[in-house]
T-cell receptor, first 114, second 114 residues
Framework: DTAVSQTPKYLVTQMGNDKSIKCEQNLGHDTMYWYKQDSKKFLKIMFSYNNKELIINETVPNRFSPKSPDKAHLNLHINSLELGDSAVYFC?????????????FGSGTRLTVV | AQSVTQPDIHITVSEGASLELRCNYSYGATPYLFWYVQSPGQGLQLLLKYFSGDTLVQGIKGFEAEFKRSQSSFNLRKPSVHWSDAAEYFCAVGAKEYGNKLVFGAGTILRVKS
């Protein structure tokens, strides 16, 4: 059983399109995250949800919209894709109020915008 | 602002040799500290973590790290490197005052030569 699963693993699309990435965790965690890893492998937080409530939104363009239908799912929808959106997007989860315990990461979605 | 510095972009060691990867942080609070490993095309796997107690922590795959508050460091070590350790290693820092957000360093790529 995969603890944090993301789909799709690879996504190639044209500029201007709208796409979604899905994430599901079966760990019973309360908090989920989206991180972006750029071409230089730098990881930066985008969003965090705790029990379906948005708690972190890090200066991300409003073309990016997270949605959490329940605490086990956190999806990322991207409108009007741009070349600069090409990156690997990681979903992660953690127990509530447990910064000390770290995250469990998904295997990533490699988005290529052409 | 919180920051994490991994001074070495690349490190090459011979198989069987010892390894130390450096991590320095700047935080205005008592930090939670993590090391993650990322193999090519994979997600991030937690190697070890520190949040209190003994400043020398043991992790998986024979890794250990030492928290030195006076030096704001959390260096990762392994006494004898195996070829399978070749990967990218990320140091990450969080703090209760900043919720569950982790800030990652830029990563260190480890190459192992036989």
């Amino acid at each position: 059983d995969t603890a944090v699963s993301q789909t799709p693993k690879y996504l190639v699309t044209q500029m201007g399109n709208d796409k979604s990435i899905k994430c599901e965790q079966n760990l019973g965690h309360d908090t989920m995250y989206w991180y972006k890893q750029d071409s230089k492998k730098f990881l930066k937080i985008m969003f965090s949800y705790n029990n379906k409530e948005l708690i972190i939104n890090e200066t991300v363009p409003n073309r990016f919209s997270p949605k959490s239908p329940d605490k086990a799912h956190l999806n990322l929808h991207i409108n009007s894709l741009e070349l600069g959106d090409s990156a690997v997007y990681f979903c992660a989860s953690s127990l509530e109020d447990t910064g000390p315990y770290g995250y469990t990461f998904g295997s990533g979605t490699r988005l290529t915008v052409v | 602002a919180q920051s994490v510095t991994q001074p070495d972009i690349h490190i090459t060691v011979s198989e069987g040799a010892s390894l130390e990867l450096r991590c320095n942080y700047s935080y205005g609070a008592t930090p939670y500290l993590f090391w993650y490993v990322q193999s090519p095309g994979q997600g991030l796997q937690l190697l070890l973590k520190y949040f209190s107690g003994d400043t020398l922590v043991q992790g998986i795959k024979g890794f250990e790290a030492e928290f030195k508050r006076s030096q704001s460091s959390f260096n990762l070590r392994k006494p004898s490197v195996h070829w399978s350790d070749a990967a990218e290693y990320f140091c990450a820092v969080g703090a209760k005052e900043y919720g569950n957000k982790l800030v990652f360093g830029a990563g260190t790529i480890l190459r192992v030569k036989s």
